[in-house]
């Protein structure tokens, strides 16, 4: 990989643009980090999309002080 971006959080990995992403990012070799708003047992039947990713579940991300804490945590 040339550029020099290797870990990647997605905010909303389970919706339209984000699961793509999920899928896709990890192929090219970066570490992706998505956040869920339900918990993951929701997104049991989609887990060919999110297995090569960290995910972070029940997340509401409009709370600032849990988006640092993820952000530090990356």
Do not use: W
């Amino acid at each position: 990989m040339k550029n020099k971006i290797s870990k990647i959080l997605i905010l909303g990995a389970g919706g339209m643009l984000g699961h793509k992403l999920c899928q896709e990012l990890p192929k090219l070799g970066y570490s992706v980090t998505g956040t869920l708003r339900k918990n993951k047992s929701y997104y049991e039947q989609y887990k060919y999309i999110f297995g090569a990713v960290d995910l972070i579940d029940e997340l509401e991300i409009t709370n600032n002080v849990n988006l640092n804490k993820i952000v530090e945590n990356i």
